[in-house]
């Protein structure tokens, strides 16, 4: 079951309604007094439907967590479709420019305190949740992504485990590696973070970037499982792919 409602962020696009989406696995209702972990997921329109995704293409998350019975609840909202960079400025933890976009004032934080203190807790108080972090998982993919391992380094006194997909660690790579290396990150930390073999090209030094990063978290001893998609790209179809791995990285020994 996927629960569709209206949400607002006022400190990003004031009153304006944007969709919030709720997966409730099968044994929800048959299994009453039963909690569940949580993962939040950005990107919310493109995680379940196929008509609400950007490109027509969604993950399918509903189809695979039906099909495997996991017993996890799902939390996404839709991004921020502003064309004057609102996506970027939503899910980007620091400032960075572009030839593309230009210089992006990024205010992750901002993000994250809603999601922390206004979503996060209105699913713990209105579903059966496991709200404590060790049940408390974040996931995306391109800037999602990259909001994604923010999110577990930065906040890791509120997720555990989080699942990177194609991560835009070009956006400000630097800072990312000085944020691994000083965050307190606890030892139970958990990350799979992947990229795929045919996106590398899309940014300059991007194998060096991914490079670096990896490093870091190890040194860090974030348990983490990395990939290279052979011949992934940088698509929902391609991400759609990857459920099982992040899913089963994600619930281990969960």
């Not at 949580?38 to 995680?47: C, I, S, W």
């Not at 064309?83 to 933890?93: A, K, M, W």
């Not at 070009?170 to 990229?195: F, G, S």
């Amino acid at each position: 079951m996927v629960k569709v409602w209206n949400v607002t962020i006022p400190d990003f696009t004031g009153d304006e309604p944007r969709r919030a989406y709720l997966y409730l696995p099968e044994s929800y209702e048959q299994e009453p007094k039963r909690r569940y972990p949580v993962l939040y997921m950005f990107d919310g329109h493109n995680v379940f439907f196929d008509d609400h995704a950007t490109y027509g293409k969604s993950w399918g998350m509903k189809e695979y967590m039906d099909f495997t019975q996991t017993p996890l609840i799902i939390a996404a909202v839709e991004c921020n479709h502003s064309p004057d960079n609102g996506r970027l400025i939503e899910y980007s933890p620091y400032a960075f420019k572009d030839s593309h976009f230009g210089k992006v004032n990024g205010r992750a934080r901002i993000t994250m305190k809603w999601m922390i203190t206004v979503f996060k807790r209105y699913i713990d108080r209105h579903y059966r949740a496991l709200p404590d972090r060790e049940h408390t998982f974040i996931a995306g993919s391109s800037m999602g992504g990259l909001m994604s391992l923010f999110a577990l380094i930065q906040y890791n006194q509120y997720f555990s485990r989080a699942a990177a997909l194609s991560p835009s660690l070009w956006t400000a790579p630097d800072k990312l590696e000085r944020l691994i290396a000083q965050a307190p990150i606890d030892r139970d930390t958990v990350l799979y973070m992947d990229y795929g073999q045919l996106e590398f090209s899309n940014h300059e030094k991007m194998e060096r970037h991914f490079l670096k990063i990896t490093s870091a978290l190890l040194k860090r001893q974030v348990m983490l499982n990395c990939r290279i998609i052979p011949d992934g790209t940088h698509c929902e179809a391609s991400w759609e792919k990857q459920i099982p791995f992040f899913i089963n990285t994600l619930m281990y020994e969960k």
